[in-house]
């Protein structure tokens, strides 16, 4: 099935240091998600992005949706060891009608305290 | 409820024997995604509802597996005479409105098939 290209695929920093990971397509997208999921459980939003060239920010995190429409990028800024997890992201095609979500394989981040 | 609910968290089964997972939506919300993820962390759409309707059913397997979303009840994911390769966690999502808000996701349901 269509995947997104997400990179990196793993981090490993020290706490404090800012971290940047991006997903990237050769189709067109409506709609980029980021998500963190933590062992044993489901997947839990962060930041959604609905319009080409969209900043938006939670806390000291910050996700763009890129302006051709086929690519994301989430940045973390000064990093806690509580960020470890794998992040996602997700992406609804611009075609027909479909809800359904194309998955990144996931960037799995690890922080030394 | 606030929450997606997946019952069971873990389900066992010997290969062919049949599997029924189950997941309640976020109370008003209208649309509900199944998806599995396997290892490499894949995650793999099968079927949406809007309400009890089947809305996109393009990612279910043609055998073996249906589902099913009736008023008042959990929705349920079914796999009948299930095989090695149907071991992974099943995850249920729900989203508001139109069904373009974002999905919010349950704990999932880890199946192991031996």
């Known amino acids: 099935g269509q995947q997104l290209n997400q990179s990196p695929q793993s981090m490993f920093i020290q706490e404090g240091e800012d971290v940047s990971m991006n997903c990237t397509s050769s189709s067109i997208f409506n709609t980029w998600l980021w998500y963190k999921q933590d062992p044993g459980e489901g997947p839990v939003l962060l930041i959604a992005?609905?319009?080409a060239g969209e900043l938006t920010s939670n806390g000291r995190l910050t996700a763009q949706f890129g302006i051709t429409r086929k690519d994301s990028f989430l940045n973390i800024s000064a990093s806690i060891p509580s960020d470890v997890g794998i992040y996602f992201c997700?992406?609804?095609?611009?075609?027909?009608?479909?809800?359904?979500?194309?998955w990144g394989l996931g960037t799995s981040l690890a922080v030394n305290p | 409820g606030e929450e997606v609910a997946q019952t069971p968290k873990h389900l066992v089964r010997g290969e062919g024997q049949k599997a029924k997972l189950y997941c309640a939506p976020i109370k008003g919300h209208s649309y509900v995604f199944w998806y599995q993820q396997v290892l490499k962390n894949e995650f793999k759409f099968l079927i949406s509802f809007q309400n009890e309707n089947v809305f996109d059913e393009t990612g279910m397997p043609k055998e073996r597996f249906s589902a099913k979303c009736l008023p008042n009840s959990p929705c349920s994911l079914e796999i009948q005479a299930t095989k090695l390769e149907d071991s992974a966690v099943y995850f249920c999502?729900?989203?508001?409105?139109?069904?373009?808000?974002?999905?919010?996701f349950g704990d999932g349901t880890r199946l192991s098939i031996l």
């Open positions: 999502a729900s989203s508001q409105g139109t069904g373009w808000q974002p999905q919010h």
């Open positions: 997700a992406g609804r095609l611009n075609a027909g009608n479909n809800r359904k979500l194309i």
């Open positions: 992005l609905y319009k």
